[in-house]
């Protein structure tokens, strides 16, 4: 088994519009001038493992158009192997439609695109990128993909489960998958109840009816909480003033990822991942905001 990082997922052009607040149903907001950033969980968070110093390959699907050459010129910037990384006629790639509050808090919609086409052919194509110490996966492909590079995958898996589905994640993924990582919402979905994020007894409960080894729930601003079957521990995050939320959960769950694959406890794992994230949610942007191990050090100050 190598030490590479695999990641299976989406890549995205995320267009983002910065706006005083969310529009509520029916109401048109006046934002500020719109930006083009490559984005997308997969390609991001194989961007933000390898900007941590991960060796990393990605499998996923663009179109033949601008999007699709600026995403994979995204990734091969930051040093992500895209051999993995197909391109497909007369379907575009996919996009997302940020916008950003006063407060740095965001609101996605995502149109797949090229993303819906990663299936299982280009899976077993690439079966050999999957023999890495950790796979990363999301939920911004096919569910049938997902599953799929989860059961091929030969090291650790780590499972983000967004976007969470309404009607759960299936059994199989989940006991393919060794760590998972929700955020408050997508546990309280995933658990079919509603979930008190301060109580960190009613936070275990809802974990531990998952049935995976071990979660780790992100709470924004209060950290994370590790549980397992052998207890809980909760890791505080950097206070900070956040300008962007939109990549801190990718650049968490990569952050975690990478220490993982170096050894690292998963309470060590953990409390480099919280900082990651505040580090990124101190810049603007989806990729673009992803620091280096240095730059978290250097924003956190």
């Known amino acids: 088994m190598s030490s590479r990082i695999a990641v299976v997922g989406s890549a995205n052009l995320d267009i983002v519009v910065v706006v005083p607040h969310h529009p509520t149903t029916g109401e048109t907001v006046l934002g500020g001038d719109h930006e083009q950033i490559p984005g997308g969980k997969g390609a991001n968070q194989a961007v933000a493992s390898a900007r941590l110093?991960?060796?990393?390959?990605?499998?996923?699907?663009?179109?033949?158009d601008s999007a699709g050459d600026l995403l994979?010129?995204?990734?091969?910037?930051?040093g992500v192997n895209t051999d993995g990384l197909g391109t497909v006629e007369h379907v575009p790639s996919g996009i997302?439609?940020?916008?950003?509050?006063?407060?740095?808090?965001?609101?996605?919609?995502?149109?797949?695109?090229?993303?819906?086409?990663?299936?299982?052919?280009?899976?077993?194509?690439?079966?050999?990128?999957?023999?890495?110490?950790?796979?990363?996966?999301?939920?911004?492909?096919?569910?049938?993909?997902v599953i799929l590079a989860a059961e091929m995958?030969?090291?650790?898996?780590?499972?983000?489960?967004?976007p969470a589905p309404a009607g759960g994640i299936p059994r199989t993924l989940l006991d393919a998958t060794d760590v998972l990582v929700p955020n408050e919402t997508e546990l309280a979905l995933l658990a079919g109840r509603n979930v008190d994020p301060t109580d960190l007894a009613d936070i275990a409960a809802a974990a531990r009816e998952l049935s995976v080894d071990t979660v780790v729930v992100t709470l924004g601003a209060r950290g994370a909480v590790i549980v397992t079957a052998e207890g809980?521990?909760?890791?505080?995050?950097?206070?900070?003033?956040?300008?962007?939320?939109?990549?801190?959960?990718?650049?968490?769950?990569?952050?975690?990822?990478v220490r993982l694959a170096?050894?690292?406890?998963?309470?060590?794992?953990?409390?480099?991942?919280?900082?990651?994230?505040?580090?990124t949610a101190l810049a603007f942007g989806a990729q673009t905001s992803l620091p280096t191990a240095d730059e978290i050090d250097q924003r956190l100050l």
């Open 53 to 64: 110093g991960a060796d990393v390959a990605f499998i996923g699907m663009v179109g033949a």
């Open 72 to 78: 994979r010129t995204s990734l091969e910037t930051a």
């Open 96 to 145: 997302a439609l940020i916008t950003v509050d006063s407060h740095g808090d965001n609101a996605i919609t995502v149109s797949p695109g090229a993303n819906a086409l990663v299936r299982e052919a280009v899976l077993t194509d690439r079966a050999s990128t999957l023999d890495a110490a950790v796979t990363q996966l999301q939920l911004e492909i096919p569910m049938e993909s």
């Open 153 to 162: 995958s030969t090291g650790l898996v780590v499972l983000d489960p967004a």
């Open 232 to 257: 809980v521990d909760a890791v505080p995050a950097p206070t900070i003033d956040a300008v962007d939320t939109t990549a801190a959960g990718d650049a968490f769950r990569s952050a975690l990822s």
């Open 262 to 279: 170096a050894g690292a406890t998963m309470v060590e794992a953990t409390r480099f991942a919280v900082r990651a994230g505040a580090a």
